[in-house]
């Protein structure tokens, strides 16, 4: 199993080079980087060429940008304003899209493979009209994606417009050219995983690993919940070509979890992975 990363753990600090050296000498190859100003200023050339530069510099692979959910938060708080391309009205929808694209064109300086993209902001439920939003945001935003070697991967949230069900029927009614990056934590609270994950596998293309007790998005690592990770993982091998996992944990307390935690929530992962495996 490939080792990827959120840097989502360190949403609320900034990126720094030291901090990308820590995560390859824990043997973690590649990351999945969370567009936020704070954290990583996407808008921003001297970021980004800095970012390029410490990639470079500790052997790092950008594999996937989260896609910003918000915009202008302030230091050590995600408490901006929200950033939604499902938002009905067209003036701040376009903003949205147009804020989404600053991130996706981060890929003509460093390539990366795909955006994790959020349909909505918050607990929504299935308007109609966010819907057909999202299509139309979705629409503009796979093409300027496709023409910079992104593909986009919808997440799956715990909400009513955003859950496998509601994303399912989206895909089978619009025939998007997007993929979907099945996120269990949010399954888990959701309607479970597997039971969201048997809607999703035939697009998921990555998939965010974290747990939590099926009340709220913990963000634990794998067997600190109650998620069954060796049926999850058994599922997954059974869709053929095993999707890219990425590790994707919550800050708990200053310097909570480690990276040496995180290596070893990787190997408990890899366990479950072999288990699943064996189990096919």
Not at 2 to 14: D, E, G, K, M
Not at 63 to 88: C, N, V
Not at 116 to 140: C, T, W, Y
Not at 215 to 243: F, N, R, S, V
Request: with cysteine; glycine share 8%; hydrophobic share 40%.
């Amino acid at each position: 199993m490939r080792r990827i990363l959120s840097t989502y753990r360190w949403v609320n600090q900034p990126l720094t080079s030291m901090l990308l050296g820590q995560i390859a000498r824990a043997d973690i190859p590649a990351v999945e980087i969370f567009c936020a100003s704070v954290h990583f200023d996407y808008r921003s050339g001297e970021a980004i060429r800095d970012l390029a530069s410490a990639l470079s510099e500790h052997g790092l692979e950008l594999h996937s940008l989260h896609s910003p959910t918000e915009r202008d938060a302030i230091s050590g708080h995600q408490t901006g304003m929200p950033i939604s391309i499902s938002d009905p009205e067209r003036i701040r929808r376009i903003d949205a899209v147009d804020e989404v694209k600053r991130a996706l064109e981060v890929a003509e300086r460093i390539p990366f493979a795909y955006l994790v993209q959020h349909i909505g902001s918050g607990r929504q439920s299935a308007d109609p009209r966010k819907l057909d939003a999202a299509f139309a945001s979705l629409e503009n935003l796979a093409i300027f994606a496709k023409h910079r070697g992104v593909t986009i991967a919808i997440e799956n949230k715990a909400d009513e417009l955003s859950c496998p069900t509601s994303l399912h029927q989206f895909i089978q009614e619009t025939h998007l050219q997007v993929k979907f990056c099945f996120d269990t934590g949010h399954a888990h609270i959701e309607g479970g995983v597997q039971a969201g994950l048997e809607l999703m596998r035939d697009r998921v293309a990555m998939v965010h690993i974290h747990d939590n007790h099926g009340d709220k998005d913990e963000h634990l690592p794998p067997g600190e919940g109650t998620i069954d990770w060796k049926a999850t993982c058994a599922q997954l091998a059974g869709a053929g070509e095993m999707p890219a996992l990425v590790m994707e944990l919550k800050e708990k307390g200053p310097g909570v979890p480690s990276v040496d935690e995180i290596r070893t929530a990787f190997d408990r992962l890899d366990e479950f992975v072999q288990g699943g495996a064996e189990s096919e």
